[in-house]
C-alpha cells in the first residue's frame, strides 16, 4: 500500500479498505472523508464496550457488598428488642444500604464511562482543554440553579453516612415530628402521631432531634395535694415504678431501675412529684402510661388526693 494513500501510519479502518479493494482511489477516497470517522466509531465501540463490562461488575460487586451489609447482625444496642422492633431494624439498614449503593453505583458509572468518553475523544485528536473549560462553566451554571437540590442531596448522603436517624425512629426535624417511614437522598418521609404523613427534604433539616438512639426517659410529673405526707408519696411512688420494672411483660423495655427525683415544684394547689424510668428506645411513652395507672391506683388505694395544676 503507497504512503501517500493512508499516511505513514495507516489506521486499522484504511488499512482494512485497501486490502479489501486494492484501490489507491477508493482507499484515498476513504481516508479522506471516512477514516476519522470511522476510526472514532471503533474507538467509541471498543471503549465503550469495555466501560460497560466494568460498569457491570463493579455495580454487582456493590449491590452483593450492601445486600451482605443490609442483612448483617443487629447492632448490640437493639438486641434487646423484640421481633417487631427488630423488622424496623432491618428496614432501617436496608435503606441505607440501598441509598449508599445507589450513590456508589451512580458514581461508579460517572467516573467509567467518562473516562471512555475522554479517550474517545483523545483518539479523535480533538484539544481536550476547551471541552474541560467548557464542562466546568456548564457544571456551575447547572450547580447553581440546581443548589437547592444539590444540598438536599449532600444533606442526605451525610445524613446517611453518619446514621443520624433510619426507618422506625421517631424524630423531631423543628417543621415536623414524627416516625421515619422511609429515608432517600433527597426526602425523608415522616408520619406524625394523627396520621400525617410528612414530606422533609433533607436540605430544610438544620437541627434534629432522635427520640430513638440509644435509649428514651420514661419521665413522669405527678401532681399532689400539698397537704399529703411527701415521704408516703415518695414510698407510694417509688413501689408503683419497681412493680412495673419487675413485671415481666414490661421488664424487657426498662434498663436501669426506676428513680424519684422528689418534688419538681411546689404550689398553693399541688406538689409535684417527678418520677423517671430509663427505657429502650421508642418505648418511654407506653411505660409513662403504664406507670400512670399504677400510680392512682396505689394513690386511691391509699388515700392520697391528687392535685390541681390548673391556675
Known sequence: MPDDVCDAKP????????????SDDVTRFFHTWLDGIVTALIWAVLAFGVALIIRTFVHRLITRITAR??????????????EGTQLLVHERRRQRMETLGSVLRSIASVVIFG???????????????????????????????????????????????????????VVDT????????SVSLRITRLRDVNGVVWYVRNGE????????????????????????????????????????????DWKPFILEEPSVWGVQALTNDAMVVRVTIKTVPNRQAEIARELRVRVKKAFDEAGIALGSLVP
Open 11 to 22: 489506521s486499522v479502518a484504511c488499512r482494512t479498505v485497501w486490502n479489501v479493494s486494492h
Open 69 to 82: 451489609m443490609a442483612n448483617g447482625a443487629v447492632p448490640g444496642r437493639f438486641r434487646e428488642r423484640l
Open 115 to 169: 473516562t471512555a468518553l475522554f479517550t474517545v475523544l483523545g483518539e479523535m485528536g480533538l484539544n481536550l482543554t476547551p471541552i474541560l473549560a467548557s464542562a466546568t462553566v456548564v457544571g456551575a451554571a447547572v450547580g447553581f440553579g440546581a443548589q437547592n437540590t444539590i444540598k438536599d442531596l449532600l444533606a442526605g448522603l451525610f445524613m446517611l453516612l453518619e446514621d443520624q436517624y433510619g426507618v422506625g425512629d
Open 174 to 181: 423543628g417543621t415536623a415530628k414524627g416516625t421515619v417511614e
Open 205 to 248: 433539616i438544620t437541627r434534629l432531634g432522635n427520640e430513638s438512639q440509644n435509649w428514651g426517659r420514661a419521665l413522669l410529673d405527678l401532681p399532689v395535694a400539698p397537704d399529703q405526707d411527701i415521704d408516703e408519696v415518695r414510698d407510694l411512688i417509688q413501689k408503683a415504678a419497681e412493680e412495673l420494672a419487675s413485671d415481666d
